[in-house]
C-alpha cells in the first residue's frame, strides 16, 4: 500500500508540472527512485504517460 501511495504522490507532482527530477528533490529520494515507481505504476495499470495513467486511476476510482 505505501509503496501504491508513494508512486501516485510522485503522479501527482509531475501532473502538476514537476520533472522527476524535481519531484526527486522534493520528495528527497534519489531520482531512479522516482523513474523506477512511475514505470512500476504504468507497468500495473496498463497505461503509457502520466497522463494516461491518471485517467485510468479515476476511472477504476484509485484516485478521487
Known amino acids: 500500500i505505501a509503496r501504491i501511495r508513494r508512486a ?10 514537476l520533472s522527476q527530477k524535481e519531484v526527486a528533490a522534493q ?16 507497468t500495473h495499470l496498463g497505461a503509457h504517460s502520466s497522463e494516461q ?8 476510482g484509485i484516485l478521487k
Do not use: D, P, Q, S
Open 53 to 60: 495513467a491518471v485517467a485510468i486511476a479515476f476511472r477504476r
Open 27 to 42: 520528495m528527497n529520494v534519489e531520482v531512479h527512485t522516482v523513474k523506477a515507481t512511475v514505470y512500476w505504476l504504468y
Open 8 to 17: 501516485f504522490t510522485y503522479l501527482e507532482r509531475m501532473t502538476e508540472g
